[in-house]
């Protein structure tokens, strides 16, 4: 990894000549690199790799891309690298993981990157995130979770699948067991099948779609609570998050917590990119997403495709980060957890 990251930096001595550079001239021959912050397998580094493949087909010059996993910190990582030591000239493309706004509003350790100075390219999908439970577990219905214990599995304290089921309980009064410290979302699976927990905390409702559409036709998976500002129209009887706020004061925290589904699995570039090439890669990560060919292989894979634009990307994070202040105050203890 390190050899990775000096790699890239010695790019950036590079960048200024980069900035006079017509886009055909820039982009051709070059391999671009593409971040992904989780380990190989999961959804963040599937979509990736499928803008990977199909994006150069819209860039001039006939570039390549390169992925490079980077992941550590909840995505903390891989931001920082993106804000403070790549090239910022278009050659570098990241998937971001959808929490960042949040740890940035609330004042995260580690945390060097401005998601509002980043060059957004949009949004994949804005399909929700789930929290589920495992069919052994015999609890179908989030209303049992009031009542009875669901332990859950989690990564880091900061990630969605400790800090929606700690909103609930807190807000909520719902009775989840959170288990942290797994390294992705692979892990937790398997921690399921083995019945070391009982559900998982968070995931894409879009990913258990592509990657575990088994599960789902045969019942292993009952999905509790939806994610979102919007229910997805193939779970219309599961609630969102949000929707089970007692007033008004409860369901602002909520909404701002569940307002990053529109950043679901967006992508960016460093921040700085020329006008001109940050719109040439907008309009070909859109173009991209609409083409025949990309929605062959996104439908082979089972992959939801629902884009959003770089512009309203921008504007979704724009607006987390500035929420306002009593309502970023709650989110923070949220995230420091139970022992701060």
């Excluded at 990894?1 to 820039?26: D, H, K």
């Excluded at 390169?66 to 993106?82: D, E, K, S, T, Y």
């Excluded at 994949?124 to 009875?148: A, L, Y």
């Amino acid at each position: 990894m390190f050899r990775m990251l000096g790699a890239l930096a010695v790019l950036a001595p590079l960048a200024a000549q980069a900035q006079t550079q017509s886009n055909e001239e820039f982009y051709r021959g070059r391999a671009l690199d593409m971040l992904v912050p989780g380990s190989a397998g999961g959804d963040y580094d599937l979509r990736a790799r499928m803008v990977a493949r199909n994006l150069p087909r819209f860039l001039p010059g006939a570039p390549s891309i390169v992925v490079r996993n980077m992941p550590g910190g909840i995505g903390i990582q891989a931001a920082n690298f993106l804000a403070v030591n790549a090239p910022r000239d278009g050659s570098v493309l990241a998937i971001i993981f959808q929490n960042l706004p949040v740890l940035q509003a609330t004042k995260a350790p580690g945390v060097q990157f401005d998601v509002r100075r980043f060059g957004w390219l949009g949004n994949t999908t804005d399909s929700p995130n789930v929290i589920n439970s495992w069919h052994t577990t015999g609890v179908t219905r989030i209303e049992q979770v009031f009542e009875k214990e669901l332990v859950v599995g989690a990564s880091g304290v900061s990630s969605t699948g400790y800090v929606y089921p700690a909103a609930m309980n807190a807000i909520l009064g719902t009775k989840f067991k959170i288990v942290g410290g797994y390294p992705g979302g692979n892990e937790i699976n398997l921690a399921m099948e083995k019945g070391e927990v009982g559900g998982r905390g968070s995931n894409s409702w879009a990913s258990w779609k592509s990657n575990h559409p088994h599960w789902i036709a045969e019942k292993k998976i009952n999905i509790l609570v939806q994610i979102g500002l919007h229910r997805a129209a193939d779970l219309p009887e599961v609630p969102l998050m949000l929707e089970l706020a007692k007033n008004d004061e409860d369901r602002q925290l909520l909404t701002f917590l569940s307002s990053d589904m529109g950043i679901a699995r967006a992508f960016a570039t460093t921040p700085d990119v020329p006008a001109e090439r940050l719109a040439l890669l907008r309009k070909a990560f859109m173009d991209m997403l609409r083409d025949p060919q990309t929605l062959a292989e996104t439908t082979k894979l089972q992959m939801d495709i629902s884009p959003t634009g770089g512009e309203d990307v921008q504007k979704i994070v724009a607006a987390m980060v500035d929420a306002p202040p009593h309502i970023i105050a709650r989110a923070k203890v949220l995230l420091e957890g139970p022992s701060k």
